[in-house]
């Protein structure tokens, strides 16, 4: 039972890089639009280079 | 969420807040505009506009929203809505400026952002506790079962402190005015849960109930959050319309030049300009100019009046052919358009005595769960006089009863059910809107603008000679009078080319005259022609000689009115037509849509009693109207849906926006409305099954963290499923 006193820590600290990585697409506004980020995916205007 | 209330803001009119003399030009450097599309709906669209707007010279950035269906342009100061909007509309799509100021509010959305993040929060805490839980149930024991115990809780505690905020205050908020709400019940669940929970741990116990008490605040969140989405979108929406209202007048100053201001910084005594075209801003008296003035949208009436010096004027008005100046005599608060609202405060308290399903079941439910869990404490407690057992088993009641499912089943539905609506173009303003409206029975229309355009149409075309069209043509031309347009555009699609006419001039409030062949010819009026005046919407032409020639025109339907009306009428709805309008063009109208019952020249009280007899009748009353007149029967009905270009005051007073010209969306709507209501009462009774079966164990003190987390999780997933259909 060793173990668990290593892999519950890192466990923990990954579940807290994902909810860090959430609070800051929350931050910068990436729910804003999701029914137009849902569609520009399929748009090929700035497909060979991104958009100025 | 009027935009009179709202200080002038700096994004709208940068110079009203600093030095409200100087004018609007003097922007910042980089305008912000803001421009609504409503008919946008696609990719295509998006990459369409976007390269449209982008191509315009002193045009920066522009990007589309497609959610909200809005485009925010970053541009050059001397570029403004009104010459990107044709551009635009060269494009294909319909395009509104947006005063950027009053959108500021669901720009900065802090409410929703925080409400995102305590929802986060929970979720994370909850996978990680049940995590530990799932091995604490497959069997970990002793040490290591106290060591995942203490793990949740320092995970559990300071989670459940940030995320579950807005319960405990909506709960202090109920409570200290000694009221119970929903909120109730779930934080005395959670803490009950969280100290039995702690005390068992303490003692080494099998059963703690952190993963119960992170999940139900983690579903709970899920539920508000859905609910503060669907109402941010439809605040939104609101706003944006709000934002569309003409926020500036044209003032006169001591030597004699036009300023722009905003309306709210306009006096008693200030003289204004108003251009053809334009809307009165306050209520005053003509000092110079004459015109005609439409005031379909005060009183429903379609013929124009006209106006001279000394005349009076209210606020809302539309100005049609000649340039006015107005004393103003009333101002913001003071106007007619604002005495409307004594009216319609009046009409609301009968609405407002409305309950909605949920709080119908949280009246049930409080009490009823608060009860049983007493009662099983006090029956455990008489039967073994162990308090840590009768705590325990109270504890597992209060979870397994807390209303998880309950305050999803109705926001999950809403949420649902709006977005479905909005995409057809209707914005639910009103929390309960959607209930109310599938309980409607009666449906009345207003006529003036709702079942109308409000734009004529020339009806009588081919009682007339070549000749006689072709001068007509070519003095309509020479105006931009609203019957003169709709004469136009009849005749050049009737293949007509303009007579030779010279000396063309329009006289405002009259009409236009011209020289043929040496003749005087006259388009306007009846008693500029010599014609007399009848009920219909007419305008003259005389050619100098012979009686004067009549060109009839009635109002345009609005796209989808017919199908609208024919559709409710099928669904076994009583459809109504009220307008303030003459008895004849309404009668005419009704005929047109087949409406038997229909009422004209009804005042503004008129038509707010009537809806109250319809309501006394044990009717459910669904108002439909645009104008100022209709605004206190849009409050005073069961519910109410007014057109995007209706009146502020009458947006504000109906429940339901229809975004779009058509109108066709109603019976739908009021089709997804009953279903939406069948859904939410499915739901409530899916809730209820769960109770069901979990409860008697719980009381029975069968009930274990396990059960109460899956009767939690599956009622909840089951509930918004079902709520899911209705997309």
């Known amino acids: 039972m060793q173990v668990l006193s290593y892999l519950i820590p890192i466990s923990l600290a990954l579940g807290g890089v994902g909810l860090l990585a959430f609070l800051y697409t929350v931050r910068s506004g990436q729910y804003d639009d999701p029914e137009g980020d849902s569609r520009r995916i399929l748009s090929d205007e700035w497909d060979d280079h991104p958009k100025p | 969420m009027t935009a009179e209330l709202r200080p002038p803001s700096a994004a709208a009119c940068p110079g009203c807040l600093a030095a409200p003399v100087k004018p609007i030009e003097e922007a910042p450097k980089d305008a912000r505009i803001a421009l609504s599309l409503p008919g946008i709906h696609c990719q295509a669209c998006i990459s369409t506009v976007e390269r449209e707007l982008a191509a315009t010279p002193g045009v920066q950035t522009a990007r589309v929203n497609l959610t909200l269906k809005r485009a925010m342009i970053e541009a050059d100061p001397d570029i403004r809505a009104v010459d990107l909007i044709p551009v635009l509309q060269r494009a294909g799509y319909e395009a509104h400026e947006l005063d950027p100021g009053a959108l500021q509010a669901t720009q900065t959305d802090r409410a929703g952002r925080d409400l995102l993040m305590r929802l986060a929060v929970a979720g994370f805490a909850s996978m990680n506790v049940m995590l530990l839980s799932v091995s604490v149930w497959s069997g970990a024991s002793d040490a290591t079962r106290d060591m995942f115990h203490w793990i949740s809780a320092a995970i559990t505690l300071p989670a459940i402190a940030f995320s579950a905020q807005p319960f405990f205050r909506n709960a202090w908020a109920a409570l200290s005015v000694g009221r119970l709400n929903m909120d109730v019940p779930i934080v005395l669940a959670i803490v009950l849960a969280l100290v039995t929970s702690l005390w068992e741990t303490s003692l080494s116990g099998a059963h703690a109930y952190f993963d119960a008490a992170l999940t139900l605040t983690f579903f709970l969140l899920a539920g508000r959050y859905l609910d503060y989405r669907t109402r941010a979108v439809a605040r939104s929406a609101a706003e944006e319309l709000t934002a569309l209202e003409v926020p500036r007048a ?14 709210s910084a306009l006096k008693i005594g200030d003289l204004i300009r108003v251009r053809p075209g334009g809307r009165m801003p306050v209520d005053g008296e003509i000092t110079e100019g004459r015109s005609e003035l439409d005031r379909s949208l005060l009183t429903g009436e379609t013929v124009p009046v006209y106006a001279e010096p000394g005349f009076g004027v209210s606020a809302g008005e539309v100005n049609l052919t000649g340039p006015l100046t107005v004393r103003a005599s009333a101002v913001g608060e003071d106007t007619s358009l ?3 609202a004594d009216l319609v405060a009046i009409a609301e308290s009968g609405r407002s005595r409305y309950t909605s399903l949920a709080d119908k079941a949280a009246r049930l439910y409080a009490p009823g769960v608060h009860i049983l869990s007493a009662l099983s404490f006090a029956g455990w407690f008489l039967y073994t006089w162990d308090l840590r057992t009768a705590l325990n088993i109270a504890a597992a009641v209060l979870i397994i009863t807390c209303p998880c499912a309950l305050g999803l089943a109705v926001p999950a539905v809403t949420t649902a059910a709006s977005g479905r609506l909005f995409r057809k173009g209707m914005l639910i303003k009103h929390a309960t809107a959607l209930e109310r409206l599938s ?3 009666t449906v009345v229309f207003d006529k003036t603008g709702t ?7 020339l009806t009588n075309l081919g009682d007339h000679t070549s000749a006689d069209l072709e001068i007509a043509l070519a003095l309509a031309e020479g105006s ?9 555009r009849a005749a050049r699609e009737a293949g007509i080319t303009p007579a030779k006419v ?10 236009t005259q011209g020289v043929w062949r040496g003749r005087q010819v006259r388009l306007g009026r009846a008693a500029w022609v010599g014609a ?4 219909r919407t007419v305008a003259w032409l005389s050619v100098g000689e012979g009686e004067p020639h009549p060109f009839y025109f009635s109002d345009a339907l609005r796209p989808g009115a017919a199908e609208a009306v024919a559709a409710l009428q099928k669904s076994g709805k009583e459809v109504l037509l009220i307008s303030g309008d003459t008895a004849g063009a309404v009668e005419a109208l009704a005929q047109r849509l087949g409406i038997v019952k229909w009422v004209a020249e009804a005042l503004p009280q008129d038509k707010a009693a009537r809806i109250a007899t319809l309501t006394d009748e044990g009717k459910k009353v669904l108002m439909v109207g645009d104008g100022l007149n209709d605004t206190a029967a849009l409050a005073a009905a069961h519910v109410s849906i007014s057109p995007a270009s209706a009146l502020d005051a009458a947006r504000v007073a109906s429940d339901i926006v229809l975004l779009g010209q058509d109108l066709s969306p109603i019976p739908d709507a009021c089709d997804t409305a009953v279903k939406a209501t069948r859904r939410i009462r499915e739901n409530f009774r899916i809730a209820t099954v769960y109770n069901l079966i979990a409860v008697p164990l719980a009381v029975a003190g069968l009930a274990t963290p396990l059960i109460a987390a899956l009767a939690m999780s599956s009622s909840s997933i089951t509930v918004s499923l079902n709520a899911l ?3």
């Open chain 2, 480 to 488: 931009s009078h609203p019957l003169s347009v709709a004469l136009t």
């Open chain 2, 725 to 727: 259909r209705l997309r």
């Open chain 2, 250 to 263: 044209l003032r006169l100053t001591a030597d004699g030049t036009e300023e722009e201001v905003s309306v």
């Open chain 2, 532 to 535: 007399t005046q009848g009920v």
């Open chain 2, 451 to 457: 079942l109308t355009a409000g734009t004529p149409e």
């Open chain 2, 338 to 340: 604002h005495r409307i």
């Open chain 2, 439 to 441: 309980q409607v029975d």
């Open chain 2, 502 to 511: 010279s000396d063309l001039s329009e006289v405002p409030g009259f009409g």
